[in-house]
Nanobody, 125 residues
Framework: QVQLVESGGGLVQAGGSLRLSCAVSGPTLSLYTMGWFRQGPGKEREFVAAIAWNGGRTVYADSVKGRFTISRDNAKKTGYLQMNNLKPEDTAVYYC??????????????????WGQGTQVTVSS
């Protein structure tokens, strides 16, 4: 059974930075594409970023391009989301997810098989 646990959320002022981590237990992390999604208050869950199993390809939502960076360390079985120049509209619960189909780097939530419990990110203006 694969379990994902996010950490690193918190309260930060606009313009600040946070680094989210996603620790994966179970089979080797290299078996999965990893993604980050978020759900703001009163909003639908939306795609943030995704990374191929070997880090060779990354995909970002337009709203975070140039500010967020997704990465992974398969040896440590951990994924990361570095968030810089945070804005109040980035306030959301952030979820990491794993997709067993390593042939794709998807921004569609239904493509992901395993999900973490989420970590709250709040950006004050």
């Amino acid at each position: 059974q694969v379990q994902l646990v996010e950490s690193g959320g918190g309260l930060v002022q606009a313009g600040g930075s946070l680094r989210l981590s996603c620790a994966v237990s179970g089979p080797t992390l290299s078996l999965y594409t990893m993604g980050w999604f978020r759900q703001g208050p009163g909003k639908e869950r939306e795609f943030v970023a995704a990374i191929a199993w070997n880090g060779g390809r990354t995909v970002y939502a337009d709203s975070v391009k140039g500010r967020f960076t997704i990465s992974r360390d398969n040896a440590k079985k951990t994924g990361y989301l570095q968030m810089n120049n945070l804005k109040p509209e980035d306030t959301a619960v952030y979820y990491c997810a794993a997709d067993r189909n390593v042939m794709r780097v998807s921004g569609v939530s239904i493509d992901y098989d395993y999900w973490g419990q989420g970590t709250q990110v709040t950006v004050s203006s």
